[in-house]
Nanobody
Framework: QVQLVESGGGLVQPGGSLRLSCAASGRIFSINTMGWYRQAPGKQRELVATMPNSGSTNYADSVKGRFTISRDNANNTVYLQMNSLKPEDTAVYYC??????????????????WGQGTQVTVSS
């Protein structure tokens, strides 16, 4: 009923930039928080950045000053601009959304959804 689809990953050299996008679609009533998480090989998934409807932002210390999260609420899309990339940023990046969706004709439910992930590799 709800899908999150990421795009924009790839291979980039250290110091380079990438922009990730994530579009939410389906029977969505409203979206609260959208964000990005990442998981490197052998490590737990960790928060990168989140952005609730209020427009405030929250970043992991490791990406502050280098990454910028933004949203296009009209199109249910969240972006992650990644600059000054480092090899330690290499990971699968996942989009996440807390939202309310239609379960039937009249009912609504709250849920947390994940995208399928997009690989970001920073290497020379």
């Amino acid at each position: 009923q709800v899908q999150l689809v990421e795009s924009g990953g790839g291979l980039v050299q250290p110091g380079g930039s990438l922009r990730l996008s994530c579009a939410a679609s389906g029977r969505i009533f409203s979206i609260n928080t959208m964000g990005w998480y990442r998981q490197a090989p052998g490590k737990q998934r960790e928060l990168v950045a989140t952005m609730p409807n209020s427009g405030s932002t929250n970043y992991a210390d490791s990406v502050k000053g280098r990454f910028t999260i933004s949203r296009d609420n009209a199109n249910n899309t969240v972006y992650l601009q990644m600059n000054s990339l480092k090899p330690e940023d290499t990971a699968v990046y996942y989009c996440n959304a807390d939202l309310r969706y239609y379960r039937g004709v009249y009912s609504r439910s709250d849920g947390n959804f994940w995208g399928q992930g997009t690989q970001v590799t920073v290497s020379s």
